[in-house]
């Protein structure tokens, strides 16, 4: 049973229902006179208001009186004007480097950056980094030999081509690049620990730098397929290195300094590395191990040259004793490291080298004086002698394609190619 209680102070529904109206008209009276004074928004003003909401008039009213909203707060929502945000000038973050102060620099961007700019004064300024090597056949290479498939007959250079400048001591040797088609590359080593390759018979520019050792280069090779270089140096190591990347493939140490490196004829996987050592080591480089080992028991070994194909190695050597200096030539035979013969000759001075044309008829040395000197193999008569350098002349190597064309290099790090 409920009981219902009236109180005097109480008011009645009716009462408060009055109450709430009557505030309602006051409160739209008070809207209405505010409209009255906000100064009416253009069309172009409305549509941009009405697009960013991305609501028309119609559906945002169904919207509201849906909600119960009254109609008056309808209307002042759709008027009211777009104001675009404002974009201020300043930066959103200021500088936090004061002026004068340089950026920090990763190391190996500065590392990057000196070798480049390294590279960049050895050739000259001339960026060659990014130069395909073997692609970029040369068209004096090609011409000739369309022309002419065959060899032709080694001749006699007469007059200056090219002047080399580019190495910063003595360079050992140069030799010309074996494959036809890019035997334009002419290879050098040098004191300076770089060993190069140039375009030796048209531009004569320096295509490729290579700083694989940290000691003075003291030997160079071709591969017989023009894409890897074998270099020998006083860091104690011989090193394989491909032609295009310039990256090392193979690395032996020898635990003496090298004077020479040559690849076997037959199986250039195979090389023999001699120096300041009492041994001729030979490597393969398959799995970089040493697989024979020629022991001498002298001092140093000059330099080292194969014969019949591979089967016989002949060694030069320094031979010194308390009481005498004999210079040797010894005869190994390749697979069984046995001596065959031992030749006792007396030459000294610089370790010049000398090499056959590629029809064997001509035979060419440098010397201490800074001349070329040119033979007749056949008669062992003097066919020239070219004044090449006011230094010694270390190395003469005749070109495998070009008639009478030859490079010469010697003890003050000039390389020339003459024709």
């Not at 102060?101 to 190391?107: D, L, T």
């Not at 193979?250 to 009492?278: T, W």
């Given at each position: 049973?409920?009981?219902?209680?009236?109180?005097?102070?109480?008011?009645?529904?009716?009462?408060?229902?009055?109450?709430?109206?009557?505030?309602?008209?006051?409160?739209?009276?008070?809207?209405?006179?505010?409209?009255?004074?906000?100064?009416?928004?253009?069309?172009?003003?409305?549509?941009?208001?009405?697009?960013?909401?991305?609501?028309?008039?119609?559906?945002?009213?169904?919207?509201?009186?849906?909600?119960?909203?009254?109609?008056?707060?309808?209307?002042?929502?759709?008027?009211?004007?777009?104001?675009?945000?404002?974009?201020?000038?300043?930066?959103?973050?200021?500088?936090?480097?004061?002026?004068?102060?340089?950026?920090?620099?990763?190391?190996?961007?500065?590392?990057?950056?000196?070798?480049?700019?390294?590279?960049?004064?050895?050739?000259?300024?001339?960026?060659?980094?990014?130069?395909?090597?073997?692609?970029?056949?040369?068209?004096?290479?090609?011409?000739?030999?369309?022309?002419?498939?065959a060899p032709a007959a080694a001749g006699i250079p007469k007059k200056l081509l090219l002047s080399l400048q580019g190495h910063h001591g003595p360079v050992n040797t140069v030799q010309w690049c074996p494959v036809p088609q890019r035997s334009h590359l002419l290879l050098s080593a040098s004191m300076d620990k770089t060993f190069k390759v140039w375009d030796g018979a048209e531009s004569g520019r320096c295509l490729k730098v290579y700083t694989c050792h940290s000691g003075a280069v003291r030997d160079a090779r071709w591969s017989p397929c023009?894409?890897?270089?074998?270099?020998?140096?006083?860091?104690?190591?011989?090193?394989?290195?491909?032609?295009?990347?310039?990256?090392?493939?193979?690395?032996?140490?020898?635990?003496?300094?090298?004077?020479?490196?040559?690849?076997?004829?037959?199986?250039?996987?195979?090389?023999?590395?001699?120096?300041?050592?009492?041994?001729?080591?030979?490597?393969?480089?398959?799995?970089?191990?040493?697989?024979?080992?020629?022991?001498?028991?002298?001092?140093?070994?000059?330099?080292?040259?194969?014969?019949?194909?591979?089967?016989?190695?002949?060694?030069?050597?320094?031979?010194?004793?308390?009481?005498?200096?004999?210079?040797?030539?010894?005869?190994?035979?390749?697979?069984?490291?046995?001596?065959?013969?031992?030749?006792?000759?007396?030459?000294?001075?610089?370790?010049?080298?000398?090499?056959?044309?590629?029809?064997?008829?001509?035979?060419?040395?440098?010397?201490?004086?800074?001349?070329?000197?040119?033979?007749?193999?056949?008669?062992?008569?003097?066919?020239?002698?070219?004044?090449?350098?006011?230094?010694?002349?270390?190395?003469?190597?005749?070109?495998?394609?070009?008639?009478?064309?030859?490079?010469?290099?010697?003890?003050?790090?000039?390389?020339?190619?003459?024709?």
């Open positions: 049973m409920t009981t219902l209680v009236a109180y005097e102070d109480s008011e009645s529904e009716d009462e408060c229902l009055d109450q709430k109206e009557g505030a309602g008209s006051q409160h739209e009276a008070t809207e209405c006179h505010l409209l009255a004074s906000t100064p009416k928004p253009d069309s172009t003003m409305l549509e941009c208001h009405l697009n960013v909401f991305g609501k028309d008039s119609s559906s945002s009213q169904k919207q509201s009186s849906s909600l119960g909203t009254p109609a008056i707060l309808q209307k002042k929502a759709i008027l009211l004007p777009y104001i675009a945000p404002r974009v201020s000038d300043k930066p959103k973050r200021p500088c936090t480097v004061p002026p004068g102060v340089r950026p920090y620099i990763p190391k190996r961007q500065r590392l990057v950056t000196s070798s480049i700019e390294k590279e960049d004064n050895l050739t000259g300024g001339v960026h060659y980094r990014d130069f395909q090597i073997l692609s970029a056949a040369s068209q004096k290479m090609k011409l000739h030999l369309a022309h002419m498939p023009g894409r890897q270089l074998l270099t020998g140096s006083f860091d104690n190591t011989a090193v394989v290195t491909d032609v295009e990347t310039g990256h090392p493939i193979v690395k032996a140490d020898n635990q003496f300094k090298l004077m020479c490196v040559v690849l076997h004829p037959s199986n250039p996987e195979v090389f023999l590395c001699g120096g300041y050592s009492s041994v001729v080591n030979a490597w393969d480089s398959r799995c970089c191990k040493v697989v024979k080992v020629y022991k001498a028991a002298i001092q140093q070994t000059l330099d080292i040259l194969f014969l019949r194909g591979g089967l016989d190695v002949i060694t030069s050597s320094d031979c010194v004793s308390r009481d005498s200096a004999d210079r040797t030539l010894i005869a190994w035979d390749f697979h069984t490291t046995a001596k065959v013969s031992n030749q006792i000759y007396h030459v000294e001075g610089y370790a010049v080298q000398c090499e056959f044309s590629q029809d064997g008829t001509i035979l060419v040395s440098g010397s201490s004086t800074g001349s070329a000197h040119f033979y007749d193999y056949h008669n062992a008569r003097p066919l020239c002698s070219l004044q090449a350098h006011s230094q010694p002349c270390l190395c003469v190597s005749q070109h495998p394609v070009l008639p009478a064309t030859a490079a010469t290099c010697d003890w003050a790090g000039e390389i020339k190619v003459w024709h």
